[in-house]
């Protein structure tokens, strides 16, 4: 079994920066993709970004392009996802999902995935 814990939500202002954290355990970490998802409230979970096991491939939705990066460090067993010019839209529920198939580059559905941590939230202020 996997387990996938999130930190690092809170309030901001908008234009501000935040850096969620997800820490693995259970299993072999630097042999899979990771992702973060979030959602809204009243909104279906949409796709942030995704990484390959290596780090060398990144994949992030339009609207966090230049934005979002999501960096991992397999010596810790966890991966980021670096938030900065944070917009009022950003505020949701984020949540972080690794995928159990190692034939799996990066994904960016989340039928992909096969864990998924508890959620973090935040919440940008205008």
């Known amino acids: 079994q996997v387990q996938l814990v999130e930190s690092g939500g809170g309030l901001v202002q908008a234009g501000g920066s935040l850096r969620l954290s997800c820490a693995a355990s259970?299993?072999?970490?630097?042999?899979?993709?990771m992702g973060w998802f979030r959602q809204a409230p009243g909104k279906e979970r949409e796709f942030v970004a995704t990484?390959?096991?290596?780090?060398?491939?990144?994949y992030y939705v339009d609207s966090v392009k230049g934005r979002f990066t999501i960096p991992r460090d397999n010596a810790k067993n966890t991966v980021y996802l670096q938030m900065n010019s944070l917009k009022t839209e950003d505020t949701a529920a984020y949540y972080c999902?690794?995928?159990?198939?190692?034939?799996?580059?990066?994904?960016?559905?989340?039928?992909?995935?096969?864990?998924w941590g508890q959620g973090t939230q935040v919440t940008v202020s205008s």
């Open positions: 990484i390959s096991w290596s780090g060398v491939n990144t």
């Open positions: 999902a690794a995928v159990g198939d190692a034939v799996i580059t990066i994904a960016s559905m989340a039928r992909r995935y096969d864990y």
């Open positions: 259970g299993r072999t970490f630097s042999s899979y993709a």
